[in-house]
C-alpha cells in the first residue's frame, strides 16, 4: 500500500493561508504545527513575554529543543523558558542571567520552579496534578503482518 504524499508549502502559501484563519500556526522547515498563543487581548504579553512555557510531545520535541529555543533567546523580554515532559515528571527550566547567558536546571519527580519573572514558584505537583503521563509513542509507522 503506498504511503499518502504530504507536499510541504512554501512561505507564500503558508502566510496567505495564515492570514485567513482564526487559529494561529508555526511554519518549520515546509510543515505546519498548530500553535496555542496569547488572544488579541494581550498585545504587551505577545510582543514582551518574560517567560514561554512548551509541553513537549514526541511529535515537536526536537524542535522545541532547537529551533524554537534559537528563536526564543533572540527575545530581548524573554527571561525564562520552560520545558514540561508529557512522558515523565520532568521539566528543565533556561533563565538568562544579567550578563545574557543562559543557565539550566532540571527538576524531577519533585522539587520547586521558581518563575521569577511571573513572581510564582510551582511544585512538580502543581505542574503535574491531574496528568496522566504518556507512554512514549513510536513515531515511525509498524505494519501488522
Known sequence: MPLAFKPELTADNYLADELARSTRHEFVDG???AMAGAGDAQ???KQHPCLVVEV??????SIDR???MLAYRTVPSLRDYLLISQ???????Y?????????SAVVAEAGDVALECVQANLTLEDIYEDVKLVQNVPLALTWLA
Open 31 to 33: 510543515q505546519v504545527y
Open 43 to 45: 498585545p504587551f504579553f
Open 56 to 61: 513537549l510531545s514526541p511529535s515537536t520535541e
Open 66 to 68: 532547537s529551533e524554537k
Open 87 to 93: 512522558e515523565q515528571r520532568r521539566v528543565e527550566l
Open 95 to 103: 533563565r538568562r542571567g544579567v550578563d545574557g547567558g543562559w543557565a
